[in-house]
């Protein structure tokens, strides 16, 4: 017979007076004890204040049974070596390879990686794709926690109400999230491999080029470090977020945003048009929104190198340069992007610049809509 646990006793009512709080932490340790966890799973979430998030951690822990790596590596037919590259590229941290702690889970996925490999993709292409990935999901992880927070968290919750409800959540989510993502990767898929070209040369090599011509454009927000000193962190978050919705909003296919860093977005296209289109849109609508921080932009095209879903060369390196030589609530470009666009905008000189880390001078032009009768 299982004797139950004096919570005094074990210290996991310390610091807690009496009253309400006192109450709703008895409540949520008789339910854990009843959901099975002990008394050292209990004494370490409250070391570390985290015993609301027990039944979430319950939720998301894979039930069945348990592998050791060396158990896998010898069922699926790969080596221990690369299952543990293949765990630091999804950022799971290191284990020994005959403790029994991987899941059904970690079988399937790895026996996903071995088809992968039998057709043909080779070991640091897998790691990059994986590591690619498992940014992108943290990103995607980070903000449903910060969405299902506000949204969950009432005023007046004891700690069993929300670690309650935060597992009810996950336990309705995450069955509709997975079919989510997978229809929204296939359009994304779909779009990329409509923009790629593949031409003779790729074709009779066999391989995509290295480098590939792009047109980059970086925007930011004017002032957005002074803005950081004289404002709260918290009031920071909307202006923020705000600009993150209008960049997605301009980020329309061919037009491809590659990542937002703070005050600032990456866009990418293969040509011009569509890529200035949407640098305006973002500048105008902020010169227009007297709300909001004013924007700019910089545009610059030439042969850029992909690696793990990033970008890098010298019209990287360009662009943001120009970005941050852009006035306040204008747009610039190269003379290579000024004579490739055929959209309806118009140039006016801005002089023969140099810039750190770009080698020579860069010619730069203002742009701006062209206005009727131009």
Known sequence: MRVAIDYEAEGLLD??????????????????????????????????????????????????????????????????????????????????????????????LSRHAKVLLDAGLDRESFLELVRVMSHALDSIASALVATLGQALLQPGDTERDLGLRYAESLRMLTPLAGPALELILGRRLREQIREAVIGRAELESGRLPGAQPVVVSFVDIV???????????????????????????????????????????????????????????????????????????????????????????????????????????????TDEVRAAARTDCRFSFAGNRRFKGVTGEVAVYRVRRAERGD
Not at 74 to 90: K, P
Not at 91 to 107: C, Y
């Open 15 to 108: 610091g807690i007076g009496e009253g309400p709080a006192r109450e709703a932490r008895l409540e949520l340790l008789r339910t854990l004890e009843q959901e099975g966890f002990s008394l050292a799973e209990l004494r370490r979430a409250a070391s570390e204040d985290r015993l609301a998030l027990l039944p979430v951690e319950r939720v998301l822990e894979a039930e069945g049974p348990r592998y050791t790596m060396r158990e896998i590596a010898e069922t699926v037919g790969l080596d221990i070596e690369f299952l543990q590259e293949a765990r630091r590229a999804v950022g799971d941290p290191a284990i020994d390879p005959d403790e029994r702690v991987l899941t059904d889970e970690e079988l399937e």
């Open 223 to 333: 002032g957005f470090t002074e803005l950081g000193e004289q404002v709260p962190a918290d009031e920071l978050g909307p202006v923020v977020r705000d600009f993150e919705a209008r960049v997605e909003s301009v980020a329309r296919p061919p037009v491809r945003l590659v990542k937002t860093i703070g005050d600032a977005a990456m866009l990418v296209a293969p040509e011009p048009d569509p890529l200035l289109d949407a640098a305006l849109e973002l500048v105008e609508s902020s010169r227009e929104d007297a709300d909001a921080p004013l924007l700019r932009a910089g545009v610059a095209s030439g042969e850029a190198l992909q690696r793990a879903g990033d970008l890098y060369g010298r019209p990287v390196n360009l662009a943001s340069r120009l970005t941050a030589f852009a006035r306040p609530g204008s747009v610039v470009a």
